[in-house]
């Protein structure tokens, strides 16, 4: 007597099949996950502009805090407009136009050949260091520069620290600092972000009468004095010294020193 099935075709036999069967579970379950991995992809193509906007507005909120501007209720936009970005060359100190300050971001150029240099001295551990980087004022009634906010980074214990430091006009006095950006351990390096350690940066100076840079994180204040000294995070000393590094870095030569000279001899205004 002949087979059945073998006057089926693939697909009848396939259908057949007991519902249990391996070739029908396997079946099933690669098409769950193509069905699924579908319904992934389509959902972060959707939202991506969605989450490219959440990260613009979380960015000027960090910026509108380490400049004083923002409490809960603050319109974003509206108060974020007071700023006036400028793309500044690092090497020289001086704006530049030769990009949409818009759409320009340091981060991503680091990673540029073009736009970027690598580091042999890198006491922040960023490996490469754009060339150009965002910068934003704040000017008062009078339309004269009242501070000025630069982004900073660096690694810590565990991860890279992204952040801000609003200065005073003079380009020389700590108005604040903010990270809004790391991976370290809650409790300990992630302490970085307690209101109340971030209260001991106001006030601080970056150089001394010299113009020598002297700010300095640390467990005891250095030779030139309490002014230009930040208690280090208590149980986190490497955090601490990552602060300190990027901190030093990012106001160094290698970093916006040279921007500062120009704002402090009246060369910006």
Not at 33 to 54: D, H
Not at 133 to 143: H, N, V
Request: aromatic share 8%.
């Amino acid at each position: 007597m002949p087979d059945e099935n073998q006057n089926k075709g693939p697909l009848r036999r396939f259908i057949d099949l007991p519902t249990d069967s391996v070739p029908k579970t396997i079946f099933v379950a690669v098409a769950l996950c193509l069905v699924a991995s579908m319904v992934v992809s389509a959902a972060a193509v959707a939202l991506r502009p969605l989450q490219e906007v959440n990260k613009l507005v979380d960015k000027q909120i960090n910026i509108l805090e380490v400049a004083g501007l923002y409490e809960e209720g603050t319109d974003v936009v509206e108060a974020f407009s007071v700023f006036e970005p400028h793309i500044v060359e690092l090497a020289t100190g001086e704006f530049t136009d030769e990009f949409d300050v818009e759409t320009f971001d340091g981060l991503a150029a680091a990673s540029d050949p073009e736009l970027s240099i690598e580091l042999d001295d890198d006491p922040a551990s960023i490996g490469r260091q754009s060339k150009y980087k965002t910068i934003y004022i704040l000017r008062d009634d009078a339309g004269e520069i009242d501070k000025v906010v630069l982004p900073i980074h660096g690694y810590g214990l565990w991860s890279t620290l992204y952040g801000f430091i609003a200065l005073e006009e003079n380009g020389n006095d700590i108005f604040g600092l903010q990270f809004y950006e790391h991976g370290e351990t809650p409790g300990l390096g992630a302490e970085i972000d307690n209101p109340r350690w971030k209260a001991l940066w106001p006030g601080k100076k970056l150089t001394d009468e010299d113009g020598s840079l002297q700010i300095t994180v640390a467990k005891t204040a250095p030779p030139a004095g309490d002014e230009h000294h930040i208690d280090a995070l208590a149980g986190a000393t490497l955090t601490s010294v990552g602060v300190n590094n990027l901190v030093r870095f990012w106001m160094g030569e290698a970093g916006f020193a040279p921007f500062l000279e120009k704002l402090q001899s009246g060369e910006i205004s």
